[in-house]
C-alpha cells in the first residue's frame, strides 16, 4: 500500500540522499553509513576473528570517522538510484569540521563543525541548521557497541579487498533474528576508515550500498576544501525549535523491538501552532524513528495504516485516536509493522477537582 509522508517531520538516519523538501522550506538529506564490500578476495581461506575484537574494530571504524583527516568523492546506490557526494573531514584545534557537497541533482551543501551543522539550500537562499548523526558514512555507530554480538553474529575475514585504491578488510554482521538487516563493511587496513558498506536483506541481497570511488588521507587532504562556493551573507537562517519531551509521561507506550533502546525523545514546532513529537530508537546499528503529530483528515493522510519502502528505508504510517504516527528505520517491514500496531495512547485521566473547604 502507498503511504503518503508526513508533511512537516525530518527523517532521520543512515539512508543516503532521500531529500525531503517538507512544510515549503525543509529540505533534508538522509546520508546511509552502512552497507560494505563485495569485491573478489585476494587472500583464500579466510578466517573469522574472535567476537570480541571484532566488536572493538567497529568501535575503532567509529572513531577513524571522527579522528582522521580525510577527502574524497563516494557513491550512493538504491535500486537503479545513483548519487554521489564529495566529502572533506578535517580535525583542526577547535575540533571536527567537514564539508560535505551533494554533486547530482538539486545542489545541497552541509558544513559542520563538531556537532553543529549547517544545510545550505541554494534554490531557496536558506541555511537550516541541524544537529550532528554519529552513523552518518563514513560513521557507523548510533550508541555503543558492546551489545551488538547479543543481535548480530559478526566476523572479520583475513581476506583483503580492494575499494578506492586501498586495502580493506571484510566484516560480515549477520542480524540473529529477522527484526533488522545484515550488513558487509570494509575498513581501510591502515586507518580503519570505513571505505566501503551494504545493507542485506534476508536473502542478502544488497538493498543499499554507498563506497568510496576516491579518497586522500591525512596529509594529503587540504584544509582549504573545507570553503563553501557559496556566499551565505544574505541567505535566511532556519533553526527548527526542538526540545526534550517526555513520551510516555504525555501517554504514549511505545514497544521498542528487541534490542533497540531509545536514544533521543523531543518535540519539534513546525510553525502554525504544530508540534511533532519524535522518538528515535537504536540497537547501535540500525535506528527508528517515531513520529507523532495531531491527526488532520485535511492533509492527506490515509487510514488505517500503510508500509512503503525504498532501499533499506522502510516507512509505515497508521492513525492512533486523535494522531498520526509514522514510523521510518532502516529495518524490515514487519519490524516497523509490529512496532506501530503494539502503540497505545492511554491519556491520563484529568485531575480530579478539588472540593470546597468546608465554612468554619
Given amino acids: 500500500m502507498a503511504l503518503v509522508l508526513p508533511s512537516r517531520w525530518p527523517v532521520l538516519g543512515r539512508a543516503a540522499t532521500l531529500q525531503a523538501h517538507r512544510a515549503g522550506w525543509f529540505a533534508a538529506t538522509l546520508l546511509t553509513a552502512f552497507l560494505a564490500a563485495h569485491e573478489p578476495a585476494r587472500a ?7 567476537a570480541d575484537d571484532v566488536v572493538q574494530l567497529l568501535t575503532r571504524i567509529q572513531q577513524a570517522a571522527r579522528k582522521q583527516d580525510y577527502a574524497g568523492v563516494f557513491m550512493y546506490q538504491q535500486g537503479e538510484t545513483i548519487q554521489s557526494s564529495r566529502l572533506v573531514h578535517v580535525m583542526d584545534g577547535t575540533g571536527e569540521r567537514e564539508r560535505l557537497e551533494i554533486l547530482d541533482g538539486q545542489p545541497r551543501e552541509y558544513l559542520r563543525h563538531n556537532e553543529d551543522v549547517q544545510c545550505l539550500i541554494p534554490e531557496r537562499k536558506t541555511v537550516l541548521l541541524e544537529r550532528r548523526r554519529g552513523d552518518r558514512f563514513p560513521g557507523l555507530l548510533l550508541g555503543e557497541a558492546a551489545n551488538l554480538s547479543e543481535f548480530y553474529k559478526i ?3 583475513s581476506a583483503l579487498h580492494r575499494v578506492a585504491g586501498r586495502e580493506c578488510r571484510l566484516i560480515t554482521i549477520e542480524p540473529l533474528d529477522k527484526l533488522r538487516y545484515g550488513y558487509r563493511l570494509c575498513a581501510d587496513v591502515e586507518t580503519n576508515l570505513l571505505l566501503k558498506a551494504q545493507t542485506l536483506n534476508a536473502a542478502r541481497g544488497v538493498v543499499e550500498q554507498v563506497s568510496f570511488t576516491s579518497l586522500r588521507l591525512g596529509p594529503e587532504v587540504d584544509p582549504q576544501l573545507l570553503t563553501s562556493r557559496w556566499s551565505t551573507r544574505d541567505w535566511k537562517v532556519l533553526e527548527p525549535s526542538m526540545k526534550p519531551v517526555d513520551l510516555a509521561a504525555q501517554g504514549w507506550r511505545i514497544p521498542a523491538p528487541k534490542g533497540f533502546k531509545p536514544v533521543m525523545q523531543v518535540a519539534r514546532s513546525m510553525g502554525k501552532g504544530v508540534t511533532v513529537n519524535q522518538m ?18 485535511q492533509r492527506g493522510h490515509r487510514p488505517p495504516h500503510g ?3 525504498r532501499g533499506a ?8 485516536a486523535d494522531f498520526w504516527l509514522t514510523a521510518v528505520g532502516e529495518v ?10 503494539a502503540t497505545e495512547y492511554v491519556p491520563a485521566a484529568p485531575a480530579a477537582a478539588t472540593p470546597p473547604a468546608e465554612p468554619k
Fill in 44 to 50: 583464500a581461506d579466510a578466517a573469522p576473528a574472535a
Fill in 307 to 309: 508500509a512503503a519502502q
Fill in 332 to 341: 524490515p517491514v514487519a519490524t516497523l509493522e509490529q512496532l506501530a500496531q
Fill in 313 to 320: 528505508i522502510t516507512v509505515y504510517g497508521t492513525r492512533i
Fill in 155 to 157: 566476523r572479520a575475514e
Fill in 280 to 297: 528515535v530508537l537504536s540497537d547501535g546499528l540500525a535506528a527508528i524513528s517515531v513520529f507523532i503529530e495531531p491527526y488532520d483528515s
